[in-house]
């Protein structure tokens, strides 16, 4: 069979046609083209349409010259190829991986031919058979981008293609033209089974387990990305699911969406379409609305495509009206429609005026609504009217600062970066350093993490713009009015403002509390400042921080973050009061939290992301991944960072690694100490005495050393006697001599008269005649030397003769090697007498035969040897009448 080379299948050529043989046969399999690549006369479409009639006959037609070009295959192939038959019996009865396999193979094999074989396995795709669906799902998927697809066009139908030159493109040959209708009308039925494959899809998209919902939107999904066939179907039934009940399928549709941007980024505007047309249905749900909402704020923006960007815009502020219609705006709805319009407005090229009109709602949104949505509305702000609005902008940027909220939001880098932005494009020094100000009051009472944040912040700025610095307190001015008592009695003044109606500046909204201020309408109006300067000294309470006495104002906090509990933020403190600027390359909102402190504590190496494109772009999300850098990717009890120099070391880490320096510094020397100290202690003389004794070296008069073996353990021996046990000793000796003597007599061999014949523990358990206590007696420390087993009576004083000399010792110790008993073991037997192997191999024989353990016995049967024999005997005897 022929197979395409994209599926790994290849022909092989003949063994005629191969040149090259010593070539292996992969390099000489060849490339089958598809069946869209085969050659055929080609016309373009003239234009002229033809009558339904005829449109009719020339269907007609090509289905006939289909029909019989797939007879003239299937009879060809039964009759050459023996596999045939056998695909076509496993299509019938095989299991369902090997019908899906045998269809695929089919396929493969001739798709114009195969028509009726793919409309088969297509027929499978059905939500009641849910492992033969799923399986013949994603076979398919393969399939049809494969083999099946024309890549990047799609199908043609039959009516659109040009029937008009039929004629001209066959020639007048016969042939020409059914292989020509033949080819349209395998096209226009593949295009029809395609939709039906992407209607099963959507149907199987609609199951009730989430799993399958999911391999559902993946398959459609791959179909849309890889083929622009019935592109408008499939990204209709994905974004369908949006509205999923199911969280985890709408996640699922969100990625695909976006990954489909990511590949096809000239989408952007069909997919806005089908989204807006999903937006604005009348029986939507909020959910699948913020769902929505969530997905349109994830669109990769350029400056080029301004068009999409104005359009989502306008699609956020028609939602934004309706939501603060609704009085929702402390919602997660409000906080996706500020983000999008936040990412979206930059490219779209408006002006403030174009969003003017909602620029008053704005404001207010900034005191109503929470933390984090007054945070995205102070950004956005700072996009449209921080130059119009100034003085309003600052003043409410500078009273959230004071939000308790603040300590516990999620969104710090995002207000740092807002605060960068407005303090270094505000051309007023004190407003900047009041702004400075409070930031330090603020570090005084956040965590660490936050705090660096700050100290980076501020230390960018003070570089970047060196008149912000204020290290020393200004004298402040004391009005006049204030100096004509000197009485320490304490008098309150009242200051007159000069009013006039003509200086109203509608532009400066400030709340400063030197100002008349009057309230018309919906809103607060203040009036122009009075020529006469109030404010003489530094005020934080003000509410603007332009007339809050910056210029008389210093950075006193410094002195206490200098000696805070944080070692970074100490250093970092003190070189912002040296005037320094802070290089960092990580991430301070995350290299000094808790957990990572922890993570270090723990001699742990930091978690290694798998970094992976998040969205519609692969920036998207990078805060997300905790990447560490530089010596912070070391564990801290690793080698090379041990190895590394005391100032190399970060000032938060230095405690950990002064202590595992001090540490290993200590075991080491420990351990030389203890190599040192077991080297005295081998060397000294009192060692090599008590070793000698062990060992039982003495040394003679020569003061040459000689072996005595168990020389100190019979020293001992001489000192331990008992007379009442030698006794009872010297009686058993009696009555073992006795016995051995009885043994004797009966010997069958002259040599074994003195020998004694001792039966081993095995014995006397095969005879059970002798219990296990009788026998068993222990040598004690209490216990005598006469005690001992043996014919000989010792001498009182001489105890050393019972022990061996060193060359008796030796051979003892090869007559044990060479015996087959396990020495010390229940079998072993004595040798008083020290007799050859031999000889106790005899006598081992002969005391088994004494006892009936003849060779009739099996090692099976040892311990019912006796008994078996006397049951052999009375079988032998007649039995009773």
Known sequence: MKYHKKNKFKTVPKASENKTEDLPIEDNYQELPKWYEQEIASGHNTGEPVTEQTL??????????????????????????????????????????????????????????????????????????????????????????????????????FHSKPLSTINEMS???????????????????????????????????????????????????????????????????????????????????????????????????????????????????????????????????????????????????????????????????????????????????????DLSAHVETFYRLVHLASFNVALQVLMLLNQISVEKMADRYYAALYKKLVDPKLLTTTHQAMLLSLLYKAMNKDTQIGRVKMFIKRLFQISLFVQPAFCTGILYLISQLLSARPELQALTLEPTKIPNVLLDDDDEEEKYYDIKIEESNDDINTDDKSGADNLNVEFKGSSWRHNKQSTRKSVVKYNPLARNPLYGGGEFLAYTELVCLKHYFHPTVALWAKEVFAGKKLTYAGDPLKDFTLIRFLDRFVYKNPKVSNEKPCGAHPTFGKRKFYKPKGLKTLAVNSRSYLNEEKQNIPVDELFLYSYLQKKYNKDSEEDDEKDNSDLESVQSEEFEEMLDKMTGFKKDDDNNEKLDFMGEIGESLKKKKNQKKRKHDEEEEKEESDEEGEVENESFDEETDDMDLEATEEDLELIGDVSDDDDLEFLSEDSDVDHLPSKKKLKKDDVSSVFASAEEFAALLDDEGGSKKKPGGSSAMANKDQASQKQLTWEENRNRWIKGFNKAVTGKDKKKGSNKILNRKKSKKPKKK
């Open 56 to 157: 009719i006959e020339l269907k007609e037609e090509a289905k006939q010259c289909h029909d019989s070009e797939v007879a003239n295959y299937n009879i060809k192939n039964s009759k050459a190829n023996s596999n045939f038959q056998w695909m076509k019996t496993v299509m019938n009865k095989g299991t369902v991986s090997d019908k899906i396999a045998a269809h695929t193979v089919a396929i493969q094999d001739n798709p114009i031919c195969n028509l009726e074989t793919l409309t088969t396995l297509v027929n499978m795709v059905k939500v009641g058979k849910k492992k033969e669906c799923f399986t013949v799902m994603e076979t398919l998927t393969e399939l049809f981008l494969s083999d099946l697809l024309k890549p990047d066009q799609k199908l043609t139908p």
């Open 171 to 353: 020639s007048g040959n016969a042939i020409t033209r059914r292989k020509i209708l033949s080819r349209w009308y395998f096209e226009d039925q593949l295009k029809e089974v395609f939709t039906s494959f992407v209607l099963a899809l959507n149907r199987a998209a609609q199951d009730t387990v989430e799993n399958n919902k999911e391999k559902a939107i993946t398959a459609m999904f791959k179909l849309l990305c890889g083929n622009p066939e019935q592109e408008k179907n499939l990204l209709t039934n994905i974004i369908n699911k949006l509205g999923d009940p199911s969280q985890k399928v709408a996640s699922k549709a969100i990625y695909c969406l976006t990954q489909l941007l990511f590949k096809h980024p000239n989408m952007q505007p069909v997919v806005l379409k089908e989204v807006e047309k999903l937006l604005f249905r009348s029986n939507i749900n909020m959910r699948t609305q913020y769902y929505c909402l969530c997905f349109l704020s994830q669109f990769y923006l350029s400056h080029e495509e301004s068009d999409v960007a104005k359009q989502l815009i306008q699609l956020y502020l028609a939602f934004f009206k309706a939501c603060v219609k609704k009085g929702e705006v402390d919602s997660r709805m409000m906080s996706a429609l500020l983000m999008g319009i936040n990412r979206s407005y930059p490219y779209s090229k408006m002006q403030f005026e």
